[in-house]
């Protein structure tokens, strides 16, 4: 089973957005998906329709003694299943302070049956470092920075590299490095191609090489519980997170096979020493 976090420490990058169509389009292509919302706003939780009040589970059940993700009552959604965000969880992250705090949900997904049940988990996160999203990276062997190339979003992802790099080395060693993806990419607006190459340049193969540019359809199929691959299957934005979601996937199969290289550019990966963080201006 692959367990990824979609995180950014800066919000409105398409964190919530990419969830819910690589959630789809891996549904599409016959993955067997779960969606865990751990961003106590539950936005993708609400985008999807879902009222977390009437499910029986939901991601706080994951934070209790014996409790077990394989148990967990989920909603089924059009291509993938959702375990939704809980108004409770600000309130109880006060509790949530001691260092092993940050393990539950790793046990939880853990104590399984035999076989599990899912061949994707996908946590989507909030915009900061919170024990949800430090959670979501210790059970993940794959985190995903959604990067709009703009200021902020570049230093909230390269902000939130850092730490993915600090979770690996101090809690969760089978944490690849993470890859960047380019969300609401304007290829007219020349800070936009500044933003990305500066990106590549220092990043090189971490970043995808698939684009995901600003769609209207993206934003119109997020607000009645349905996908872009619902609504529109040949938009822009379809074919976009299609894209993303195969050159995913081929990058996490080339890492499964422990090939240590990239097709596009042959270079190593190397899984330590993240660079420095620049002072962009
Ligand atoms: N590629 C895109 N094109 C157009 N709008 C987008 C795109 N990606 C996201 N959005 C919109 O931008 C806003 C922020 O996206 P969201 O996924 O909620 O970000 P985050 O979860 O990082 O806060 C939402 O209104 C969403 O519909
Ligand atoms: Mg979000």
């Known amino acids: 089973m692959r367990v990824f976090t979609i995180c950014n420490h800066k919000g409105g990058t398409g964190k919530t957005t990419t969830v819910i169509h690589i959630a789809a389009a891996m549904g599409l292509s016959g993955h067997r998906t779960l969606v865990i919302d751990l961003d106590p706003q539950g936005f993708l939780t609400r985008t999807m329709g879902v009222n977390p009040d009437t499910c029986s589970d ?62 994707t988990v996908l946590f989507d996160t909030a915009a900061a470092v919170t024990v949800y999203s430090l959670n979501a990276l210790v059970a993940s062997q794959y985190a995903v920075i959604p990067v709009l190339p703009e200021y902020q979003s570049v230093v909230g992802a390269e902000q939130t590299y850092q730490t993915v790099a600090m979770v690996r080395k101090r809690l969760n060693p089978e944490l690849h490095p993470s890859m960047f993806l380019f969300t609401q990419v304007d290829e007219r607006k020349r800070l936009h191609s500044a933003y990305r190459s500066y990106m590549r340049k220092k990043y090189t193969h971490r970043v995808l090489d698939t684009i995901i ?69």
């Not at 394989?70 to 959604?77: A, L, N």
């Not at 349905?226 to 894209?243: H, I, L």
């Not at 993303?244 to 990058?251: C, G, I, P």
């Open 213 to 281: 540019r600003t769609s209207t359809s993206l934003t119109e199929a997020s607000e009645d519980g349905e996908t872009v691959f619902d609504t529109d299957p040949q938009s822009k934005g379809a074919r976009n997170y299609a894209n993303a979601t195969d050159d995913l996937l081929r990058r996490v199969e080339a890492y499964e096979e422990g090939n240590a290289t990239t097709p596009s550019n042959g270079q190593l990966v190397s899984s330590t020493s993240p660079p420095e963080t620049p002072s962009l201006s």
């Open 58 to 119: 939901t991601a706080l059940s994951l934070f209790d003694p014996d409790a077990s993700l394989w148990d967990c009552d989920t909603v089924e959604m059009n291509g993938f299943d959702l375990l939704p965000s809980s108004n409770r969880l600000t309130r109880e992250m006060r509790d949530l302070n001691k260092p092993t705090d940050v393990l539950w949900i790793r046990e939880a997904i853990e104590r399984k049956a035999d076989e599990a049940a899912y061949d």
